[in-house]
């Protein structure tokens, strides 16, 4: 089955410098990844996804690069504020697109 | 516009105790998937249903849980004779149609916690 490995789990950054988070799939069959951002106490919510077509999506300050051939996916934040500060999740299916497995999830702080 | 509602959010139990947790889809969705998370862990599946049909249950433990998601009202996830490692967050989602597809997205709940004492 899918085996998702998400670094690090925890990081720390200044306000306004950049977080990278970075993640690894097993199943070559793999073409859909998404990244969940989770807050204190709520479900996650998607914030930006790709699909193996494309190598790089952006929206605004968050971009997503995905590389088949080494099966690792990573998300970039730049210009970090305190409202980034969240778990993230990276995932990728199972099989499935709705069977997604999860990475254990990373905790970005993000000091003012 | 709600979107997916679950409740009970917190939820405590006695071990041997049963535990049903509701979870209503968004408005037009007709799927619905539950996924549990443990402390410090990513989300696992564990079942994905349509309206009265489970499609797809091969997270699910082989004892004690059960899901349904009848023709009217919410969907169910029934937890018989809880231990204490049943304690964890539930989060329910859906989709307006399977999820992966051009639509993409799965939007979850909030979650219930579940606490066995």
């Known amino acids: 089955g899918e085996n998702v490995e998400q670094h690090p789990s925890t990081l720390s950054v200044q306000e306004g410098d950049s977080a990278v988070i970075k993640c690894t799939y097993s199943?070559?069959?793999?073409?859909?990844f998404p990244w969940y951002k989770q807050e204190l106490g709520k479900g996650p919510q998607l914030i930006i996804d790709?699909?193996?077509?494309?190598g790089e999506k952006k929206d605004q300050r968050i971009a997503v690069t995905l590389n088949k051939t080494a099966k690792h996916f990573s998300l970039h934040i730049t210009e970090t504020q305190p409202e980034d500060s969240a778990v993230y999740f990276c995932?990728?299916?199972?099989?499935?697109?709705?069977?997604?497995?999860f990475g254990a999830g990373t905790t970005v702080t993000v000091r003012a | 516009n709600a979107g997916v509602m679950q409740n009970p959010r917190h939820l405590v139990r006695r071990r041997g105790q049963e535990a049903r947790l509701r979870c209503s889809p968004m408005?037009?969705?007709?799927?619905v998937y539950w996924y549990r998370q443990l402390p410090e862990e990513g989300l696992k599946f564990m079942v994905y249903?349509?309206?009265?049909?489970?499609?797809?249950e091969s997270g699910m433990p082989k004892e004690r849980f059960s899901a349904e998601f009848p023709k009217e009202g919410p969907s169910i996830l029934r937890i018989q004779q809880v231990v204490r490692g049943d304690s964890a967050a539930y989060f329910c989602a859906s989709s307006p149609s399977l999820a992966g597809g051009d639509t993409g997205e799965l939007f979850f709940g909030e979650g219930s916690r579940l606490t066995v004492l």
């Open positions: 249903l349509q309206k009265e049909n489970i499609i797809d």
């Open positions: 790709i699909r193996s077509n494309v």
């Open positions: 408005k037009g969705h007709s799927h």
């Open positions: 199943d070559s069959a793999s073409n859909y």
């Open positions: 995932a990728a299916p199972h099989g499935s697109d709705y069977k997604l497995s």
